[in-house]
């Protein structure tokens, strides 16, 4: 059986988007919206989501060029890695279908369904029952069942929503009408076949073997030649694939004989729990970066608790400290029964480096300790520090990311000085009047009005063409110091007559301050 998880990107980001909201109370927004990646030409489009899709925005575009079709489209950076990970776990949980399935990435899951599928009422009811269970968890799939993985894979992509290729029927006349991206080959493949007039499976099997074997002689690999892969598809050689299998998750628990009400009792079974945990990590050679308590209540209901630790931890009194925290609004109902201790996430974590932990705790608190309490206090995303990135913008000179994170290297850029004291956001200010040569002698700002007495300028920032709007105008900076000694960076967005700018101000010149100089 084939999965094609057809949106997979933008499915798991609504998905996480929608949690987010509901926790915050809030309603989920449906307008245009892109991820996106960064490229050597400028962010292109990765995934669209259907309001996108429906304006004539689509993948592969840059952003740039999205905008001038729908200039209130949104944009996220999209995240590979995340749903990498996030399809591993889907083929772990796609084996309720068969005994082993495998990862067809991008967005694609095969599993083995051979001598299973009379156990949910033969294949057509599997597939129903499988779109029913994705279409529950937001996840747009094409699914179909055929002999061999390639046969299953071009029905999931290029047939109808539910396909079923049963071993009796004629594989070769079924798939013949199917174009030849059906077989999985690389792009300058394909474009070489609709050069040369092959646009459907059918049209191989007219030309010889020997046609074939001397046109990609020199193809090795199946994706690169089409011999290959069509014996794939009608199974005359096999297919090798790589299972998934679950990797084991650092699990201890306790069952208690009697179920427990007070506060006091919990936190001696999470103590224990938080022992028997650092046991098991240390015989691993692991520490945990996450962990995840859950308490069975006698009427069913099961509360979970999550942390997420800035460094590998296997300190049981750190551990117990971050979950006490955590347990203050735990309803025990008539009681708990059951409480389990989990680690989901580990690193590897060698004895010394738990020798050096512990000589930081008696000379004070360690950073990693440090940030994992300022987490669990002010929250996951509370917690972050800035890096440089390579953009002449003040404001997008810098991204957030966790505090012990390893940044990726940026390119240099060499920039005038900038401000110790940024402004969150530039705030807009009246300049009363401006020299010819463009530079204000005064302006009001927060209520009060400044003279100037210097000025050091402009340096001019071109806007960024391949973020920014087709209206978007360049700025010209200034250092200034009024007649109190007070010092400000300022610019002035646009020039007179460049064509550019809101209605609001008819084309005119705005100026902003943007930062504090010392």
Request: glycine share 8%; with cysteine; proline share 7%.
């Amino acid at each position: 059986m084939s999965i094609w998880l057809m949106r997979l990107a933008m499915d798991r980001w609504q998905l996480h988007t929608a949690r987010k909201q509901a926790e915050g109370g809030r309603c989920a927004d449906t307008g245009p919206l892109a991820l996106i990646s960064e490229t050597a030409h400028g962010p292109r489009l990765d995934a669209v989501n259907a309001s996108g899709l429906a304006l004539g925005v689509r993948p592969g575009m840059l952003l740039a060029d999205a905008r001038s079709l729908c200039p209130h489209l949104a944009a996220a950076p999209s995240d590979p890695m995340g749903d990498f990970a996030f399809l591993e776990r889907l083929a772990v949980w796609a084996q309720r279908w068969g005994p082993w399935s495998a990862l067809d990435p991008p967005d694609g899951l095969l599993v083995d369904v051979t001598a299973v599928a009379h156990l949910f009422g033969g294949e057509e009811a599997m597939l129903e029952e499988a779109q029913a269970i994705f279409r529950r968890q937001g996840l747009a799939a094409g699914l179909a069942v055929a002999p061999t993985a390639g046969a299953a894979w071009a029905l999931a992509h290029f047939g109808p929503e539910r396909a079923i290729l049963g071993p009796e029927e004629d594989a070769k006349a079924s798939l013949s009408s199917l174009p030849v991206a059906a077989l999985r080959l690389d792009p300058d493949v394909l474009l070489v076949l609709r050069r040369l007039g092959l646009k459907r499976i059918g049209d191989l099997y007219g030309l010889g073997r020997d046609t074939l074997q001397r046109r990609f002689r020199t193809r090795r690999t199946p994706a690169a030649n089409p011999l290959i892969r069509l014996d794939q598809l009608l199974g005359r050689v096999p297919e090798p694939l790589l299972p998934a299998a679950a990797a084991e998750v650092p699990l201890v628990q306790r069952r208690l004989m009697e179920p427990i009400r007070h506060r006091e009792l919990l936190d001696r079974v999470v103590e224990d729990l938080a022992q028997d945990m650092a046991r098991l990590l240390e015989t691993q050679g692991e520490g945990a970066r996450r962990l995840e308590l859950g308490m069975w209540r006698v009427d069913g209901e099961v509360t979970v608790r999550r942390l997420e630790m800035a460094a590998a931890t296997r300190d049981p009194a750190h551990i117990c400290r971050l979950l006490a925290t955590r347990l203050d609004d735990v309803d025990a109902g008539f009681g708990i029964e059951l409480v389990r201790l989990r680690a989901p996430w580990c690193e590897g974590l060698a004895l010394a480096q738990a020798d050096f932990e512990a000589a930081a705790e008696n000379h004070g608190t360690s950073l990693s300790v440090c940030i994992d309490r300022l987490t669990v206090r002010l929250g996951r995303d509370a917690v972050r520090r800035p890096v440089p990135f390579a953009s002449h913008l003040p404001e997008r000179a810098q991204r957030w990311i966790p505090p012990l994170d390893v940044a990726a290297a940026q390119e240099e850029l060499e920039l005038h000085a900038r401000p110790l004291k940024l402004l969150d956001r530039a705030e807009e200010i009246a300049v009363l009047y401006a020299t010819p040569d463009g530079v204000p002698r005064r302006f009001r700002w927060r209520g009060g009005v400044h003279e100037i007495a210097r000025a050091e300028g402009p340096e001019r920032i071109a806007p960024e063409w391949w973020r920014e709007r087709p209206d978007a105008r360049l700025r010209d900076y200034y250092r200034i110091e009024d007649g109190e000694g007070r010092r400000y960076w300022i610019y002035r967005q646009g020039i007179t007559g460049d064509g550019r700018g809101n209605d609001r101000h008819g084309g005119m010149p705005q100026w902003f301050l943007q930062g504090l100089c010392a």
